[in-house]
């Protein structure tokens, strides 16, 4: 199969870390992008590596425009011209009710899950579009089944900011598509990840799960299988979907 460079934001660990690793199988490059956890990417990138890949790790907050440009040269840079981008990265804060939510926490949330995703799509748009010198592409983004749950009592802000993913995925889809680039969106449900710990409940995936019809979290190993599937040409004739990875939640 043909050699693609993957730029994945969030990847030093949970979802972005497994897509990584898949990636790698494949025998694709792959940018590793983090936060802050340089340790947990360095271990991304040996393990993408030892799949068979190629992987280079990206300090960058998705919320900072120079950052998200910065992550994007990188990878070009070391790998060749991106053909597949996954807007991964995302943040949740502890439970909380809105009457009780800070300007700070919305400002943070908004900033990181909606304008970071924005400028994530904004320069696949640039890169990858047939219209300014790219091959065309794909682009998957992260939303969550919280868009269409709401999330009450807990995180109805980042449930909007996925909101707000799956209507950028719609509108872009369309925008992108005479341009040779794929927008599609997956929402997953109870994942266990190390998100639910930075949201001050490590063990919310599995609490929660007695509401799920298959009777359990999800793996991060499991929403990457369709990554990976909306990444690949296997999903050529598939634009502007919203794919549920939910357990039927
Ligand atoms: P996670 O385990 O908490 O990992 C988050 C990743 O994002 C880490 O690699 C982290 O880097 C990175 N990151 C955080 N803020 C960033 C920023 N401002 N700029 C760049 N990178 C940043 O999360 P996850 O559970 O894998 O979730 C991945 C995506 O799936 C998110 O968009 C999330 O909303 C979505 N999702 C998750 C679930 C779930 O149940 N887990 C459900 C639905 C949707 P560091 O390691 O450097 O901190």
Redesign the pocket.
């Known amino acids: 199969m043909m050699t693609r460079t993957i730029l994945i934001?969030?990847?030093?660990?949970?979802?972005?870390r497994a897509v990584a690793i898949q990636c790698g199988k494949r025998g694709w490059s792959v940018g590793v992008?983090?936060?802050?956890?340089a340790a947990?990417?360095a271990e991304t990138v040996k393990a993408v590596e030892a799949a068979g890949g190629k992987a280079v790790a990206i300090q960058?907050?998705?919320?900072h425009e120079r950052d998200v440009i910065a992550m994007f040269d990188a990878t070009t840079k070391a790998f060749g011209a991106i053909t597949g981008v996954v807007n991964?990265?995302?943040?949740v804060a502890p439970a909380s009710k809105v009457a009780d939510m800070s300007v700070e926490r919305l400002t943070r949330m908004f900033a990181?899950n909606v304008t970071?995703a924005y400028l994530v799509a904004r320069e696949a748009a640039r890169r990858m579009g047939t219209d300014r010198g790219g091959t065309g592409g794909a682009l998957v983004n992260?939303s969550?089944?919280?868009a269409r749950l709401g999330s009450p009592n807990e995180y109805v802000d980042y449930a909007g900011s996925k909101g707000a993913i799956d209507t950028m995925t719609i509108g872009l889809s369309k925008e992108l598509a005479p341009v040779g680039i794929r927008v599609n969106a997956i929402r997953?449900?109870?994942?266990d990840?190390?998100?639910h710990a930075?949201g001050g409940e490590p063990d919310r995936?599995f609490r929660l799960a007695v509401n799920v019809p298959l009777a359990r979290p999800g793996t991060?190993d499991e929403v990457a299988n369709a990554v990976l599937w909306l990444l690949s040409g296997e999903s050529s004739y598939v634009t502007g979907a919203l794919l549920d990875v939910s357990g039927g939640r």
């Open positions: 934001t969030g990847a030093s660990r949970g979802i972005g992008n983090y936060a802050g956890n947990a990417a960058g907050d998705v919320a991964n990265a995302g943040i990181v970071g992260l969550s089944a919280a997953p449900g109870l994942i990840t190390e998100i930075s995936a991060a």
